[in-house]
Structure formats: C-alpha cells, structure tokens
C-alpha cells in the first residue's frame, strides 16, 4: 500500500528562489506553481482570450495573478464583488458618507482659501454640533421675533388675555403636531441637509415636494419682508433719538407713511442682500449676537413685570373723557399747555375757540403699566374689537359725549383697521414658524435623529410659556387703552413691550431692531439656499437657471429672484398685511409634513423604521386638519390662492417636470389604493350599464423593433379617450434569455409610439418559442383581478395570400377561437395604417353599421364611443340591417329606430332588402378558384420533415441498387435486392402516389356546396355594403366566426376578404357573448 508523506508548503513571496524550484530543501509555493503554469500557457498566445479563459477556473480571469488568489475565503463571491462588495467595504463607505451639501460653511472655506490651501487633501467633515446649539438655540432664534415685539401687545389688548390665550394655544399646538411628525420623519434614515422639503420631497414625491418647495421658499421669503418692515417700523414710527450737537438730545418728529416703509425698506433690503452676497460668513458670525438680543429683551421684559410689582413704572396716558391722546406732541397732560391747547382750539389764547369735546371733558393722566397688583387684568380679560378709524377709549372713565370734528380725531389713538379673532391669527402665527432651523442643519448635527426631535420640541415648548407667559403678565400689567395702541402714540411712540422692560425701554428698542435685522438677513440666506435645491433637484424645469451660481456655489441667480419677491412684499408697506401671506405658505408646509407622517405611518411601508417612537397616524392628521383650519381661519381669500398656486405647481411638475422616484409615499398610496379597488372588482360581476371595452391591442413590431402600425394605436386612443384599460403588447420570438434585451428594446419603443399617440395604457413585451402560444399566453394572462381585458384588437393580416408560410393565416384564426373560448370581443381592422390619426378632423362623413347579427351590442357602442372623440365628433352615425323575403321591413325600421331612441342613440336606420336569388356563374367560378388554390397550397407546402423523409428514401433506393450491381459484378449468389419497408416509408409512398392524382383530378374537382353557399352570401352582402357605404368614413360589420372544421380554415379567410373587397376602412367586430349596452338607467 503506498504511503504519503504531508509536507507543509508556504508561500513564496518573490521570486528570487529558483534554485529550490531546482531541488532545494525548501518547498515551493502551489500559487507560484499555479501562477507559473498560467504564464506558461498565456505564453503560448499571449492574445488568445480562449486559452486565457480554459486556463482560468472562473470566467473573469482579467486581472492581476497576485489580487486574484487574495481573499480567498471569498472566491465563491468573487464574480459579484462588483454588484455586491463585502460587507466589510460597505460599511467603510457608509462611515466616510456624509450628507452635507454645499452650505454657508463650504462657501466661507472657499473664501478664506481653506481648500486650495489644502489641496487635494479634502477629508470628511465631522459634524460636531450637539442639540443645544445645533437645534434648540436656531429654533428660539427663529421663532422669536418681529411679532413678539411689535403686535403681541396689540393681539392682547386687541383679543383679550382669554381670546390671546386661544390664539396662542391653537397656533402652538399645531407647530407642536408638527414637529412631532417632522421629528418622525426626520428620525427615519439620515436626513441630508435641505430640511422640509427634502423629507416632503422624499415622503410625497416630486409632485407634492416640488410644490410645497416652493411654497416653503415663498414663505422664507416673505418672512424676509417681514422681518425688514418690522426693522423699518421700528425705525420710523417709533422715531429713535439722533444726536446733534453734542450732548443736546433733539426728538425726530415725522409722520410715517406708507411711502417712507416702501422706500427704507428697500434701501435696507439692497443693503442686506448686499452683505449675503459679499460676506455670508459674517452673518453666521453675527447669529449669535442676534439670538443674544432676544434673550436679554426677553429677561429685561420678565425683570420689568417683577418691577412693576415693587414700583410701578413712570410712563404716563393722557385721556381725554374716555379718549386715549397721542401724547408725541405735548409734555403735560393738562389743558394749560400751550402744545396740547394748540392741538384742538384755533389760537392759543383763552378766548380761542376749541373744540366741542375738548371743551365739555376734563383730561386725565393714568399709568400705562399699574402692575401685577393692579386691577388692569380684569379689564383686559375679555377682547374689544372695533371697526375701522374706532378710537381707542377706556371704558370704565366717563366722557360727555360731542359732535364729532374729523379734523381732530388724528389726535387721538383709533384703529387703523377694522379688528377680529381670525385677523389676529393670521397676523400672530409667524411668530411659532422656524420650528425647521433644526431639521435644516441636519448635516452639521453629530447625532440628528436624536437632536432635531428633542431640541426642536424643546425649543417649542420654551417659546410656547414665553408666549402664553407674556400674553398674562401683558394683560396684567399694561394698561388696556395702551394694549390696543398699536404702535405706542400713547407712550411717547415707542413699542409698548419696551414700557415694561427693566432697567430701560431701550433695552427692548435696540434687542428688537438687532432681532429684525438678524432675521430678515437670515431669510435672505437660507430662502435662496432653498430655491437652488429644489433647482439642483431638476424637477421644474423652468427654475433649472438657479441652480447655478459663483465658483463656490453661492446661489447668486437665485438670491436676485429672491430680493426681487421680497420687494414685492416691502412694496406693501404692511407688516400686517404681509403677516398673513406668510402664515399661509408656511401652513401648506407644515401640513404636508403631517400628512406624509400620516402616509408613511398608515402605508406601514418596511422602511418606515422611525427611532422616534412618540408618534401617530391620528396626531398628524389631527395637525394636518388644524394647519386647513387655521388657513381658511386666517384668510379664506389667501388659502384658496395659495392651494391654487401649489395646486398649478403640482400639474405643471406632473406633466413637464422630471421623473423621479425617490420611493415616496404617494406611490405607495397608489399601490395599496389600486390592490383596494382590484379586490372590490373582483367582488361582484361588471354591470352591463358599467361595461367599457377594455382593450388589449395586439401590436406586430418589425425587425427594428418598432411598432408597424402606429395607427393602431391612434384608433386605441380615439376609441378610449383615455377612459378604462388599455394594454398594449406585442410578442417576440425565440427564448427570453437570448431575446431579453429585445423584449426591453421593444416594450420602450411601445411606451415611446404610445406617449406619441397619446394613448394611455400599460404596454408589455413577451417572448416565446412560437407567436401563437404568445398570444394565447396575452390572451389568457394580461391584466390583473379585476382589471382584465374584455376585448381584443387588431390588425388585420393583410398579405397573408401572398406568405408561402400559412402561419399568419392560422395565428389569426386561432386568435379568433380563443377569444371566442375567453368570451371576450373581438375587433379587426382592415387597412389600419389609412385610418385618420389624432391630428386629423373629419369634418363631415357617416360611420355605417352593418348589423346583422346580434351579438350583445357591441356594434352599436363603438360609434358612440367614436364619436366622442374630436377626430370622428362631427361624423354621423347610420345603421344598417338586412331584411329577408319573409320579414316586414317597414316593421323591421320602426322597431329599430324606437330600440335606438331607448338606447339614447343618434343615428339614422335603413333596413336593406337581400332576395333569395341563383347562386351566380360568378360565385360559382370564385368558389372553384378558392378551392383549387386552397388544394394547390397544401400540395406545394410540404413540411421539413416530409422533404426530409422523401430525400432518405431516394438516398435508400440508389444505396440498394447500387449494392444490387456490386454483388452481380462479384458473382453473388443472390440476384434480388432485399429492401425493407418501414411504416413511414410505406405512408410516404402512398402520400406520394395520393399527391399524383390529386394533381391529376386538381382540374377535375367541382367545388363543395357548402362553400359555395358562403361564398354566394359573401358577395351578395359586398355589393350591398359597397353599394350603400362606399363613401364611408368608416363601416362596422359583424364579423362570422371560423368554422370548427379546421380544413375548412383557408376558405374562412377567403370569405371575409370577399366580405369587405371594395370597403377601405373595415372594423370587422365580434361579440364577447354578453349585452355591453342597456336601455335601462
């Protein structure tokens, strides 16, 4: 028995050791035994593939000796590395993947040089920001603003403390419900940097994303109008003090008008887009000094309210009876001075005549802020809301009542505008939006889905008691004629919040202009950012140019398309008219967030994986209905405008934008919505009043691969209208491994001639071995539950006389026995490529119906179904039927137009007399020339295996004659040659022998009777039709069924082209076997 000895080989490393190759002790490595082998081969033809690939164990060989042995664990996979790498090269790339796009931070790096400093040298940012200043400090910074320090005092006053707390409850828990939804989505994978809309994008689809985009940019945009309007009102109609003259303090006194808010607020806004432009970074750097002024504001409005407790404060209101004064023009709230004498009498002197309630009321100077511990907050408890030019009076102060004198009252305090509870909302809630700055500094987050969900609802519910906070200390503590006052004429023109602050009211002055400013220079960074994604995205093409900007990306088109929309909203010069609009866009937006939280959550898709877990389906439909609410709440006139304007968007995105599908939640929608209505279908059997012809349309493709008939498919369309099913499909073949290619070849260029043709469908590509058992398998198989076709159409095989190869004759045929068996319709077009196409009008003409049989209708609702359409809508309808000798014909007319007038039908009827007659010398004739023919192809078409077997027998009999002539020449004993017969060669023997005579009797034959009788009707119904429809647009008739006897295959053939001989445009039409049309409602 042999023996083995184990020797352990390792593996050399270079190739410097040949002299143990040679024999020395030391082993030689199998891969470098392997690996010289190989060379040695390859070197024999260093350019034959075929030796490369014999040589190789694996298909791939191409590559490097030394790589390929490497990893040899993983061999099995090696030929999929390239569509599925190791995991442990996944993971290395989703740890190197970051979500940044090009933001302020890369555009200040490309400012300061940092990467060309760098080079090449560009590694991945690490995020590193946390949730306090990542999330929470943004989201204070953006929902604290113009509004608090401007018009809360006015809502209050305005509303009531009970009306505010509403208000500020309702606005609050919506931006709550929202931010829970925005925290689930946010928290379902890594959020790149771009905010709401990319998770509305990727939640919604590009429809619903590109349109509440654009929304949201619109928002972002106007709240920069806003935030300059409120910087300009700060500046002018609360006239700071400027120095002159050293330290001699002089009041500017100027009359604000709508013309000086249009013209500074322009020059502001040139001025701020002149820094985003130049110096982005030093707006971020200023973020932090712009958030610090909101907080010592808000701590200096919280220390005043403590004062007022203890001491309240100084400021004073002059009333008049019961009438608040505008105190800007005099120092003493008494008649003896000389500026408030002026302001109502003609001259300053005693005897001057002064105005009647001047004269019958006394002046009274109260304190604009009591304090806690006053009584003011039992007068402020309830709203007082009034009409237009209302002046603003004290209620529980009596007054003797005058005639008024119009010229007087501008020295009063009165409304400007008429005031209500839904008014207040539209103005107050863009004090709660910027609850987003988290979500869109995703990219700079080190953890996002555990801060933006945490930091965004904190910073919420901090912002929601300042709110609510202020809202009872306002109402406690400041007088209520100095609530309503909305821009402080009774306080010396200053905002009324700053009366209340501690240690000064300029404390509160200059933290809300720096607010301003910092906001509006945000808006002005962020809204253009904004646009640019969505233009990057490619989805609405028209926007493709603000994509583009500098070298470092700055999106400088798009920042001047920005400051040409926030003009618009400076040139209405209202920061309460502006408010509104506001509040409308950034509604749509937050409630598409809610309603794609509710999508992905009801769809339970298996992506939807949330780590935020504190969601439902029934909060984001509870924050999607009060965003509606609060819309139509607000302005019902500015919510139909802004659906309007994301409903236009939506279209304009659907039919001209670019395809995308980034897996949203509308799609999934869709498919759980049509997997509903599929089931329900097959529930119950189609009505008749319900049935539609639901069409699949058989399409020839050529060797090109493109469609032969494209008018088949216009007709499709005419015949729809886009209403139904359509299926369009086509079959190749051969076997789908070597024709898939073909087959995705052919289904693009279905979908290309369908979208030409407008014809909406689905189309479908199949191969198989032969194209009957392809149409059989449509026949069968297309469609799904219930949305199956109910008819079949086609064109019809026009040179099928002229193939050699019968097969077009029988796919037809047997396409015509299965739908009969399916119990599904048939159509036929002959001549299809002479059919009108979609861009042709017939302007006058008749569609003829030839109704012979009936078959459940379905040749009258074909005209009808036509004639909707514009290409045959001014083409008449006629029918036609056939009467026999023993039927009454005038009856025959009269019942058919009283069935068409219950069948709400247009059409004018004709019933055609057919007398029996002698068959004709004629029919006769054509009969015999079918047959012959008929006889003559079956003799001429002998099969492959037939000419095979004839071939072997000859080869046989000269073998055995030639044997024969040997053995004689060699003296053989036997002088027969021994042949032997098997069953196939005796058959083919007499087929033969049949053959001769049939050829002989060919001539002889006389035709069969029952042919000739189809044949006489045949034609005795042509010269009818072509007599009475030669002009036709189009002619509808019923079309025979095949005869069961298969022999009898080609005369059926023969008999409907006899049938419509002289007809240009035929739609022969076969009934599925039910009623498709009802004279019932």
């Excluded at 995205?537 to 798009?558: R, S």
């Excluded at 295996?945 to 027998?953: I, K, N, S, V």
């Amino acid at each position: 028995m042999p023996t083995f000895t184990v020797v352990p080989v390792e593996d050399v490393e270079d190739g410097s050791n040949s002299g143990a190759a040679a024999g020395g002790n030391r082993p030689i490595s199998l891969g470098k035994i392997f690996s010289e082998e190989q060379e040695a081969d390859n070197s024999e033809d260093p350019f034959s593939d075929d030796n490369r690939r014999e040589s190789s164990a694996f298909i791939n060989p191409d590559m490097d000796t030394e790589t390929y042995y490497e990893g040899k664990n993983m061999a099995l996979f090696e030929e999929e590395m390239d569509s599925t790498p190791m995991v442990s090269s996944f993971l290395n790339k989703l740890a190197n993947y970051t979500n940044l796009t090009q933001g302020v931070r890369e555009h200040e790096e490309a400012e300061d040089g940092h990467r060309a400093s760098e080079g090449k040298k560009t590694g991945r940012r690490v995020p590193h920001m946390g949730t306090f200043i990542g999330v929470y400090l943004p989201c204070m910074q953006n929902i604290l603003g113009v509004i608090l320090f401007l018009r809360l005092t006015w809502i209050v006053g305005t509303a009531g403390i009970l009306g505010s707390f509403a208000i500020v409850s309702m606005c609050c828990i919506c931006t709550l419900l929202t931010a829970i939804s925005m925290s689930a989505i946010a928290t379902n994978g890594v959020v790149p940097a771009g905010g709401s809309y990319y998770m509305i994008s990727r939640s919604l689809g590009p429809e619903f994303g590109g349109a509440v985009g654009l929304c949201l940019y619109l928002g972002t945009t106007f709240a920069g109008s806003l935030y300059i309007l409120g910087t300009i009102e700060i500046l002018l109609v609360c006239k700071l003090y400027v120095l002159q003259g050293g330290s001699h303090v002089k009041k500017v006194v100027k009359e604000t008008t709508a013309n000086d808010m249009r013209i500074y607020g322009t020059c502001c806004l040139l001025l701020m887009a002149l820094v985003v432009f130049v110096g982005v970074k030093y707006v971020n750097k200023l973020a932090l000094v712009f958030l610090s002024c909101v907080v010592l504001s808000i701590m200096a409005t919280y220390a005043g309210a403590i004062k007022t407790a203890i001491k309240p404060s100084n400021f004073s209101v002059c009333l008049l009876g019961n009438r608040t004064l505008k105190n800007e023009m005099f120092e003493k709230c008494a008649k003896t001075d000389v500026e408030l004498w002026k302001l109502f009498c003609d001259s300053p002197y005693p005897n001057a005549t002064c105005d009647e309630y001047f004269a019958l009321n006394n002046l009274t100077e109260i304190q604009a802020t009591p304090g806690v511990l006053g009584e003011v907050i039992n007068d402020n408890l309830w709203g007082n809301y009034g009409p237009d030019n209302m002046v603003i009076e004290k209620k529980n102060l009596s007054s003797v009542p005058a005639e008024a004198n119009n010229d007087k009252l501008k020295n009063y305090v009165f409304n400007d505008w008429a005031t209500y509870f839904t008014l207040l909302v539209g103005i107050y809630f863009p004090s709660v939006t910027g609850i987003m700055a988290g979500s869109n500094r995703s990219g700079d987050l080190r953890d996002a889905q555990r801060s933006i969900p945490i930091g965004t609802i904190l910073a919420i519910l901090t912002t929601s008691f300042i709110y609510i906070s202020f809202v009872v200390l306002f109402g406690a503590c400041i007088e209520g004629v100095v609530l309503r006052d909305k821009f402080g004429f009774s306080v010396k023109t200053k905002p009324v919040i700053s009366i209340l602050a501690w240690p000064s009211p300029w404390v509160i002055v200059i933290g809300s202009f720096f607010s301003c400013c910092g906001a509006g220079l945000q808006s002005l960074t962020g809204a253009p950012r904004l646009l640019q994604a969505i233009a990057r995205d490619g989805i609405i093409p028209f926007l493709q140019v603000f994509g583009h900007g500098k070298a470092n990306g700055e999106p400088t088109w798009a920042l001047l398309l920005t400051v040409g929309i926030c003009e618009i909203g400076i040139l209405i010069a209202s920061l309460d008219h502006v408010a509104p609009i506001l509040s409308m866009f950034f509604l749509m937006c937050y409630l598409f967030v809610n309603l794609a939280c509710a999508v992905q959550t009801l769809l339970c898709t298996p992506n939807w994986r949330p780590r935020f877990k504190f969601y439902h389906w029934t909060l984001s439909f509870l924050g999607m209905s009060l965003c509606l609410s609060l819309m139509f709440i607000s302005s019902w006139i500015y919510a139909l405008v802004v659906i309007v304007i994301a409903g236009c968007i939506y279209k304009y995105i659907e039919y001209k934008g670019a395809v995308k599908e980034w897996g949203d939640g509308i799609r999934g929608l869709s498919l759980n919505a049509a997997r509903y209505a599929l089931i329900r279908l097959e529930e119950a059997p189609l009505h008749t009043k319900n049935w539609r012809p639901q069409l699949l349309v058989l399409c020839k493709l050529n060797s090109d691969l493109e469609v032969k008939h494209p008018r088949l498919l216009s007709f499709t369309t005419q015949l729809k209208a886009g209403k139904g099913l359509t299926i369009v499909c086509s079959v190749l073949e051969g076997t789908y491994m070597t024709r898939g290619d073909d087959a995705k070849k052919g289904e693009q260029n279905l979908k290309a001639a369908m979208a030409a043709e407008k014809t909406k469908g689905f189309s479908h590509v199949v191969v198989s071995s032969s194209l009957r058992d392809g149409f059989s398998i449509l026949i069968q198989s297309a469609g799904l539950g219930g949305m199956k076709h109910n008819a079949v159409l086609m064109a019809w095989p026009t040179g099928w006389k002229q193939d050699r190869d019968s097969s077009a004759r029988r796919n037809f045929i047997e396409t015509v026995r299965e739908t009969t068996s399916a119990h599904q319709a048939l159509l036929v077009a002959k001549n299809i490529d002479h059919f009108p196409g979609n861009q042709e009008r017939l302007k006058e003409g008749t569609i003829d119906v030839w109704w012979i049989v009936h078959d459940g209708g379905l040749l009258m609702l074909l005209p009808f179904l036509l004639s909707q359409h514009k290409v045959w809508r001014k083409c008449k309808m006629r029918i036609f039927t056939v009467a026999q000798m023993d039927d009454n014909s005038i009856q025959m007319k009269k019942d058919l137009q009283m069935f068409l007038y219950q069948l709400r039908l247009n059409a004018v009827v004709e019933v055609v007399e057919m007398h029996d007659s002698d068959i004709s010398a004629f029919t006769y004739e054509k009969t015999l020339m079918m047959e012959q023919r008929s006889q003559m192809l079956k003799q001429m078409q002998l099969s492959r295996t037939e000419r095979e077997r004839e071939a072997q027998l000859i080869h046989d009999r000269n073998t055995a004659s030639h044997s024969a002539a040997n053995d004689k020449a060699a003296g053989a004993t036997s002088d027969r040659v021994h042949m032997t017969w098997t069953k196939d060669k005796l058959q083919n023997e007499r087929n033969k022998h049949k053959e001769n005579m049939a050829v002989k009797d060919m001539f002889n034959m006389r035709p069969n009777h029952s042919n000739v009788r189809r044949m006489h009707t045949a034609v005795k119904l042509n010269e009818v039709v072509v007599k009475k429809s030669c002009n036709s647009e189009l002619v509808l008739l019923n079309m025979p069924g095949p005869p069961k006897n298969k022999k009898g295959d080609e005369n059926y053939m023969e008999f409907l082209e006899v049938l419509m001989e002289g007809l240009d445009r035929v739609l022969l039409v076969r009934g599925g076997g039910r009623e498709v049309i009802t004279i019932y409602s």
